[in-house]
Nanobody, 125 residues
Framework: QVQLVESGGGLVQAGDSLRLSCAAS????????MGWFRQTPGKEREFVAA????????FYADSVKGRFTISRDNAEKTVYLQMNSLKPEDTAVYYC??????????????????WGQGTQVTVSS
């Protein structure tokens, strides 16, 4: 059974930083792409960032480029999202996801096979 567990969310002020973690219980974790998405009430889940199987390639949504950094530690089976210069519009539930058929940096929801339960990030102004 595949399990992805996010942690690190919380309430911060605009301009602050947070680091999200996603621990995976996935055989072959080091072989496939991982991503982060976010969702606010009444809106569709949106892509935030993706990292390739070995961490060598990353891809970001324009809205977070230059502020967020995705990384992974394959030995620890964990993917991270470092979020700096947070803005109120970054408030959302953040989900990590695994695409076991892809070595690259997929950016669409339909490409991902497994999802975590989400962690809330709230940024106050």
């Amino acid at each position: 059974q595949v399990q992805l567990v996010e942690s690190g969310g919380g309430l911060v002020q605009a301009g602050d930083s947070l680091r999200l973690s996603c621990a995976a219980s996935l055989r072959g974790f080091s072989s496939y792409a991982m991503g982060w998405f976010r969702q606010t009430p009444g809106k569709e889940r949106e892509f935030v960032a993706a990292v390739s199987w070995n961490g060598g390639s990353t891809f970001y949504a324009d809205s977070v480029k230059g502020r967020f950094t995705i990384s992974r530690d394959n030995a620890e089976k964990t993917v991270y999202l470092q979020m700096n210069s947070l803005k109120p519009e970054d408030t959302a539930v953040y989900y990590c996801a695994a695409d076991i058929d892809n070595w690259g940096t997929p950016a669409t929801i339909s490409e991902y096979d497994y999802w975590g339960q989400g962690t809330q990030v709230t940024v106050s102004s």
